[in-house]
């Protein structure tokens, strides 16, 4: 018999969260029913949403239960079959989460073309993080040559794509992140026009000279201070698309900020929270145009790969450090 | 010679202005130049946007100069005319603001047809009050049948249009005022679902009991506190119009508030600041339905006139101690 380990939710932290909200636990892996398969995975996803996820509170994805696998986006290798058209071998993407194995509906797992890009690519720039990029920027950014684009988090694996599809669209993009090694490759590798270190410089100051013509689109990753300091500079009908607000995450006890309404009013802006699944139907055309860009190289990726399925917590922590590069996935 | 008299800002307010910031001036009525009418107003409307014109502050309306008129809309009679298709005695609306008389383009301003309703109602409901009511509902909010439409201010002149839009629209509607007088009016004439008054009741709980199913648009006309309370009810995919953030204007030292934009993500909602003057190319379609809804009797309107020129900073300053219903107008 094949052992499968899972992490489910121990319990809910206050704050910022630690190895002791999480519990590991082996068990059988359980033979797969008609129409289900069962898979071995081999690279998991961890994301910032998952934090909202592990509250107990009204959000845009349910919360996890105590007790329950923490789900996520994973991608395995299938192992058996009882389902008409995957086969023993496939690669196929799906949402098991943090698990070594799982027998899930054959149904709802997707194909991923080992030819068209290295398989994790799935969970990353062709997809989740990727379309999350795509679809907040395009569709309520809506970026215009010569406009300027800033983006917190810019070092993160949705920033730095939406960084390079604003480029792609002729923008100014500046980037904001918190550390030194990001910005240099932001703006070495990746064209950003400008970038500010949040913790070394002082926030208004330096925005305020990387953004001369001000702000058109303003894509949120981080909220809090930051943010602030972005909505001072907001032009007429400057839109910003909301996609997280990891500073404010792990905050225990919430710390009032200034009221930007009237900013927003008077600059008739738009902010607009959005949630990737929204946009489903149109994966199909973004994916293709993704994988495009990353032909002609101009689009590129970078990912931060731990290895070994024990350490997925620690991946998972990782996150809120600032530290990491790119796409954060464990190799299982 | 005709003399006019005309108010100009005086001083800039810090926090709420007082008469000390008028100064009324008197002075000869120049003469038509080609192209140019005289006028002599006979109404002239006061809102609470011209707070912000009194600030020397990026917005998007332009700020007022010192010494310069205060420009708004007015209505007036032609008392001489040098152009083609403006005759003495016609009834037109124009931007001359607080002014006895005015010699304007006659290109600038609009008809304004007696027969069709009071002529007043130019400046309110059939006026910059109602569109801006109609489509900040209609555009940004979009309410569906069913849904639960709040409105802050609405007991305000554009409040009760947008209140009575959204019944038309079969929503249910909640408004929120500060004066049992004014939420009596919304309940009983005016046929709102529920009212709350922000001053006497405990304003979570009672929002709380008021929108039973949580909320899907929220208009708001006033800002902080009252805002503050809505936005722990909004639903998934609520939508935010942004007209007015009254309650703000004539704070001097901003204070802070409870950050919401993780709200706003994870419900997925839409925030947007307006100004009616970006559906100027749908005027004509909405200015004919408004009137229609007029003469059928299901949107009725209310207006406070106060009489005298003079008294126009009284009526202004009026505004801002939450007690006037409906339009605001001087009869000059």
């Not at 007790?67 to 995957?86: K, P, Y």
């Not at 070495?188 to 000279?209: I, P, Q």
């Amino acid at each position: 018999m094949t052992q499968k380990k899972r992490f489910v939710l121990a319990s809910r932290p206050e704050g910022m969260p630690t190895q002791d909200n999480f519990e590991l636990k082996t068990e059988e892996l359980e033979a797969p029913q008609d129409g289900e398969i069962s898979v071995e995975t081999l690279y998991l996803s961890v994301d910032p949403y998952m934090r909202g996820r592990m509250n107990d509170a009204k959000s845009y994805s349910k919360p996890y239960e105590i007790g329950g696998t923490l789900g996520g986006g994973s991608i395995g290798r299938v192992i058996e079959s009882r389902h008409a058209s995957r086969k023993v071998g496939d690669i196929v993407l799906g949402g098991w989460g943090w698990q070594t194995h799982a027998t899930v509906s054959g149904d709802q797992v997707a194909p991923v073309d080992p030819d068209l890009a290295p398989i994790q690519t799935a969970l990353g720039v062709l997809g989740m993080t990727g379309l999350t990029a795509y679809f907040g920027l395009l569709d309520i950014g809506q970026p215009k040559a010569g406009e300027t684009v800033v983006v917190s988090g810019a070092g993160g694996a949705v920033g730095m794509i939406v960084g390079q599809i604003a480029k792609i669209k002729g923008a100014r993009v500046v980037g904001i992140s918190g550390s030194e090694e990001k910005n240099r490759y932001l703006s070495e590798e990746l064209g950003f026009d400008a970038v500010v270190n949040y913790k070394t410089e002082s926030l208004g100051e330096a925005l305020a000279a990387a953004c001369p013509d001000g702000v058109d689109v303003y894509f949120d990753n981080v909220g809090g201070e930051v943010t602030d300091a972005v909505f001072e500079l907001l032009n007429s009908n400057a839109r910003i698309p909301l996609c997280g607000q990891i500073s404010l995450y792990n905050v225990a006890k919430k710390e009032p900020g200034p009221r930007f309404l009237p900013q927003l009013l008077t600059r008739t802006a738009l902010v607009k929270g959005f949630l990737v699944g929204q946009y489903q139907d149109r994966y199909s055309e973004a994916i293709p145009e993704m994988a495009g860009w990353l032909k002609e190289g101009k689009l590129k990726y970078r990912e931060n790969i731990i290895e070994g399925f024990e350490r997925t917590p620690e991946a998972f922590l990782g996150l809120f450090s600032g530290d990491n590069l790119g796409k954060q996935l464990v190799k299982a």
